[in-house]
């Protein structure tokens, strides 16, 4: 569905989700309506909004299809940090209206919906896609189009080279970075054997060839690989090849599946099991506490972000948590069982952010600015910690149109995430790939 | 005027058609159009086996994606250049046909639909064990500076729009000519009644492991497009919604007939792109409209107004 309101706040949905004509109705309606919104500081932006027509991004939603559970947390965080940028003013004096459209997660569709951004809605930028195939899939048409796409994928194909210019990923770090830092606290902390047992397909194998690597540059090793297809149901098969001097168990696995994993992992290891290392992704939108996951008591995961709130929890997050309506265990303030993907889509508010910034950075007017915005985003290289940004300061790689941030791990203990390792940016940086600033605009 | 004739003449007609739209249709729609144009291909191979010869396959996903790794996987891992990268593709797809085609025509019915949908399972599979060469589920961008045909850029808004009436119209006068051929009212005598096709001396196997074979290369010379024209190949085309697409497009626009699967292929574009503008569950929307279909035009569109008003039409 296109939606065209973009914010929660009632002053802002006015100026986002309505035409022109009606915002200005409201704003002439006085300071009193605005005051009881609380919107009074945004005041000054929206006199220069007032002959502005809104900035329209497009947002690739995966509202249906395998990446939903994704898509509706994407959804909320990107409608409240339009809210909070409306509320500051919008950029350059413009009001933000998201134009969200489902791709169904699916790539045909996902080039498709860019195509309407650009024809049909008349977007100054495509925001916010997850999925890595439907990345790919759209990428191309963004780039032919010269539409400034920016992805929320986590995804190495950003930084790989596989892209184009007009394909940036500047708000969340991608899956080599974060798996080259686990590897110094997996050996020096867990153990140097590491047995891996992953979805055999892309994500699984990007985890088995980076990690290999990292963990040797350790001093460790990988003294087993265990790819399990991607429709498998039952893995009590597949514990028995895990070789005896085991320390470290690192698991990816991917979809609903992973309950039956993590249960059956459980059962087949009891008491004496390795130390059992894995990525919060295929835990995104599920409960900890879920019946079955008590086996991943005592076990390390990867967070982009830590699902709870810490005890030396920063500002910026607890303002982000407010924002978006999270409590401190990650769930909906609103739903305790409604769980959210909460290690990833602090991406889509860093990114609209960087997005405001470098249209600020531009004096972005229009579409004829398109390449404009694009160099701005590539001059960025230090982003500090802040409520824009509040996962953590981080470091633009404009060559490579790829972030990189910090990393954390958590273990399970009592029930919740606690961090007990946060890693360094330069943990996370690897050689240039590719230069995209050598490709015209 | 014959009737072979005037089928000539409305395809001419309708190939003049899309090529006029280019002329006068926005930018959006001259866009989406190109992509239905390669899609419409894809169906009309599908309607060639299920419209003409009355085969429910359920397996042309795979048909599809021979084409498209076909050509993809030459062009990325071997820097073939793009027209011998296609061919090859169409290549694969006709032989992937022949041998599926060999084995499950020894089924029939059901057994013969479950028969496709296997293979098609095991072709989806193939791409995400083969992951080194295929990047698995994710797929593969194809280069814009490869996509380029003698020297003309088939990334260009044009050349991909004319190279899509092309493929639609090179498959929609060869899929015409044939149906009217002999061996085309052969495949139609086998849909309507195999014993007595068999009964008066048609090789009957034969003629149909043909008809799936051509299928198949058309298939895949519209994923083999589909790539090149787009710049993506990916797992997910040939995953079973590729097998049941082709089927719905050819059901609802008209089994059997020349201009269906374009119809169908068109409608079904617009019902998603429009019905995602009123809501989330805009494949119920679809659902429903498909229901309505089976129940008001069981016949699909182009096939109702065959039998009820324009009987002239191919």
């Known amino acids: 569905m296109t939606d065209r309101n973009s914010t929660t706040d009632d002053t802002a949905a006015t100026l986002t989700s309505g035409s022109r004509r009606r915002a200005l109705k409201t704003l002439a309606g006085g300071a009193g309506g605005l005051a009881a919104t609380g919107a009074l500081p945004g005041l000054s932006g929206y006199v220069q909004a007032q002959s502005a027509e809104p900035i329209r991004i497009g947002f690739q939603v995966h509202r249906t299809g395998i990446g939903a559970a994704y898509g509706r947390w994407y959804d909320r965080t990107t409608q409240a940090a339009v809210a909070r940028i409306n509320a500051e003013g919008g950029i350059n004096g413009r009001p933000v209206e998201i134009i969200a459209e489902d791709d169904g997660t699916d790539p045909k569709r996902g080039a498709e919906v860019i195509e309407k951004f650009v024809n049909r809605h008349e977007c100054d930028v495509g925001f916010g896609t997850l999925f890595s195939h439907v990345v790919i899939g759209s990428s191309p048409r963004a780039g032919e189009l010269k539409l400034p796409y920016f992805v929320v994928s986590e995804g190495h194909h950003v930084a790989s080279g596989m892209l184009n210019r007009y394909t940036l990923q500047p708000g969340i770090t991608d899956v080599k970075s974060q798996v080259q830092a686990m590897a110094p606290y997996v050996a020096n902390t867990l153990g140097k054997k590491v047995t891996m047992l992953y979805a055999d397909f892309a994500f699984g194998h990007d985890h088995r060839d980076f990690f290999s690597e990292a963990i040797a540059a350790q001093g460790g090793e990988v003294i087993a690989r265990i790819p399990i297809p991607p429709t498998e149901t039952a893995f009590t098969k597949y514990f028995p090849k895990i070789p005896r001097d085991t320390d470290v168990i690192y698991h990816v696995m991917v979809g609903p599946a992973v309950l039956t994993f993590v249960k059956e992992m459980g059962e087949f290891f009891g008491p004496s099991a390795p130390a059992i290392f894995g990525f919060v992704d295929s835990l995104e939108a599920v409960d900890i506490n879920s019946p079955g996951l008590e086996f991943l008591e005592g076990s390390y995961l990867w967070e982009g972000y830590p699902r709870y709130a810490q005890a030396d929890q920063t500002e910026y997050d607890k303002a982000y948590r407010e924002a978006v309506g999270v409590d401190d265990n990650g769930a909906s303030v609103s739903d305790p069982r409604d769980v959210s993907t909460y290690a990833h889509m602090f991406g889509c508010w860093e990114t609209l952010h960087v997005i405001k910034d470098g249209m600020q950075a531009c004096d972005y007017k229009g579409p004829e600015d398109r390449p404009a915005l694009i160099e701005a985003v590539e001059a960025m290289s230090d982003i500090p910690h802040s409520v824009a940004h509040p996962q953590g300061d981080k470091v633009f790689n404009g060559k490579t149109h790829q972030v990189f941030g910090h990393q954390y791990i958590s273990r399970v203990q009592q029930g919740r995430l606690d961090v007990v390792h946060t890693t360094s940016i330069e943990d996370t940086l690897y050689e240039d790939e590719v230069d995209y600033t050598t490709q015209a605009l | 005027m014959g009737p072979d004739t005037r089928a000539l003449a409305v395809h001419l007609a309708v190939i003049a058609l899309l090529i006029g739209c280019w002329f006068v249709l926005p930018q959006y729609h001259t866009g989406n159009l190109a992509r239905i144009l390669v899609l419409a291909t894809f169906a009309s191979a599908y309607n060639l086996v299920f419209g003409y010869t009355g085969l429910l396959s359920l397996g042309h996903a795979l048909f599809f994606a021979a084409g498209m790794y076909g050509l993809g996987i030459v062009m990325q891992h071997g820097g073939v250049s793009a027209l011998p990268a296609w061919v090859f593709g169409v290549a694969c797809a006709a032989t992937v046909g022949l041998v599926t085609g060999a084995l499950a025509l020894r089924t029939s019915g059901v057994a013969f639909m479950i028969v496709t949908l296997m293979f098609a399972q095991a072709g989806y599979l193939c791409v995400l064990y083969f992951g080194d060469w295929t990047r698995g589920d994710e797929g ?109 497009w050819t059901l609802l626009g008209g089994a059997g007939t020349t201009l269906g699967p374009l119809l169908g292929t068109l409608v079904m574009f617009y019902l998603v792109d429009y019905a995602s503008d009123i809501t989330d569950a805009y494949l119920l929307v679809v659902g429903v409209a498909l229901i309505l279909a089976t129940l008001f035009l069981p016949q699909g569109i182009v096939g109702t107004l065959r039998r009820r008003v324009l009987r002239w039409l191919p």
């Open chain 2, 140 to 248: 593969f961008v194809i280069a814009r500076t490869a996509r380029n045909l003698i020297g003309i850029d088939l990334a260009d808004e044009r050349v991909r729009y004319f190279a899509g009436v092309c493929l639609f119209g090179s498959s929609l006068l060869g899929i015409g000519q044939l149906v009217r051929s002999g061996f085309g009212k052969t495949l139609i005598a086998i849909r309507e009644n195999e014993e007595r096709a068999r009964m008066l001396g048609y090789d009957v196997q034969r003629c149909k492991l043909i008809a799936v074979v051509i299928s198949a290369a058309l298939a895949g010379a519209a994923g083999a497009a589909y790539a090149l024209l787009f710049g993506y190949v990916g797992a997910s085309f040939a995953a079973v919604q590729y097998s049941i697409l082709p089927l719905l």
